[in-house]
C-alpha cells in the first residue's frame, strides 16, 4: 500500500522568500501525485499535478513541483511567498482509482 | 454555483444520535468519495462508490455507513455517533480523469 510522508507538519517562511513543502510517497512505480491547498474553512483545491507528461510542473498561483523517481519525491515551490499562500498543503498520490494522502504540512508567511 | 455541495456545513449532535451527512454534485462523474480529516492526520477515506451499484469500504469505516442514491448523490451516516467521530468530512468525486474535487467540507461535533 503507498503511504505519504510531508516533512515538517508547519512551515514558516518570509514574505518574499522561497516556499519549499516536502513530500516523499513509498512506491516503487511512478503513481500519479498531487498537491492540494486547502485554505481557512474551505475544502480542497488542485494546486497542481504529475501524471508522467514532464517531471516539472506547473500549478496554479505560482506554484511548481518536481517529480524525482529516485528519491521518489514530489516537492512543491515557489519562488516567493505572498501572504495569501497561506493555508494547509496537501500531497497525495493515487492507489488504483483512490488518494492516499500526506499528513498535510501548514504554510505560515510573516510580513 | 458550486459543483460539490454538503450539507450541513456544520453540525453539532450528542453522543448516541444517528445523523447523515449529504453530498450532492453536478460534474457528472461517477466515482464519490467520504473522507474524514483531523489535525496531524490528513484525509483518511471511509468509503468510496465507483457508480450506484458499486459500494466500498476505505480505511476507516467503522462507525460509518454510505448510501449512493443516484449518480448524484452519496449520503454518509453516523448510526450512533460518538465523540471520536468529531471531525471535519469531505465529499469528493472523480471522473475519467485522475482528479478528485472537493466539497466546502461539514464540520461534526459530537458532544
Known amino acids: 500500500a503507498q503511504s505519504v510522508t510531508q516533512l515538517g507538519s508547519h512551515v514558516s517562511v518570509s514574505e518574499g522568500a522561497l516556499v519549499l513543502l516536502r513530500c516523499n510517497y513509498s512506491?516503487?512505480?511512478?503513481?500519479?501525485l498531487f498537491w492540494y491547498v486547502q485554505y481557512p474553512n474551505q475544502g480542497l483545491q488542485l494546486l497542481l499535478k504529475?501524471?508522467?507528461?514532464?517531471?516539472l510542473v506547473k500549478g496554479i498561483n505560482g506554484f511548481e513541483a518536481e517529480f524525482k523517481k529516485s528519491e521518489t519525491s514530489f516537492h512543491l515551490t515557489k519562488p516567493s511567498a505572498h501572504m495569501s499562500d497561506a493555508a494547509e498543503y496537501f500531497c497525495?498520490?493515487?492507489?488504483?482509482?483512490?488518494?492516499?494522502f500526506g499528513p498535510g504540512t501548514r504554510l505560515s508567511v510573516l510580513p | 454555483d458550486a459543483d460539490v455541495t454538503q450539507t450541513p456545513r456544520n453540525r453539532i449532535t450528542k453522543t448516541g444520535k444517528r445523523i447523515m451527512l449529504e453530498c450532492s454534485q453536478t460534474?457528472?462523474?461517477?466515482?464519490m468519495y467520504w473522507y474524514r480529516q483531523d489535525p496531524g492526520l490528513g484525509l483518511r477515506l471511509i468509503y468510496y462508490?465507483?457508480?450506484?451499484?458499486?459500494?466500498n469500504k476505505g480505511e476507516i469505516s467503522d462507525g460509518y455507513s454510505v448510501s449512493r442514491q443516484a449518480q448524484a448523490k452519496f449520503s454518509l451516516s453516523l448510526e450512533s455517533a460518538i465523540p471520536n467521530q468529531t471531525a471535519l468530512y469531505f465529499c469528493?468525486?472523480?471522473?475519467?480523469?485522475?482528479?478528485?474535487?472537493f466539497g466546502p467540507g461539514t464540520r461534526l461535533t459530537v458532544l
Open positions: 504529475y501524471t508522467s507528461a514532464a517531471t
Open positions: 469528493a468525486t472523480g471522473g475519467s480523469e485522475d482528479t478528485q474535487y
Open positions: 460534474k457528472g462523474h461517477d466515482r
Open positions: 512506491s516503487s512505480v511512478p503513481p500519479y
Open positions: 462508490s465507483f457508480d450506484v451499484k458499486d459500494i
Open positions: 497525495a498520490v493515487t492507489e488504483g482509482w483512490n488518494f492516499v
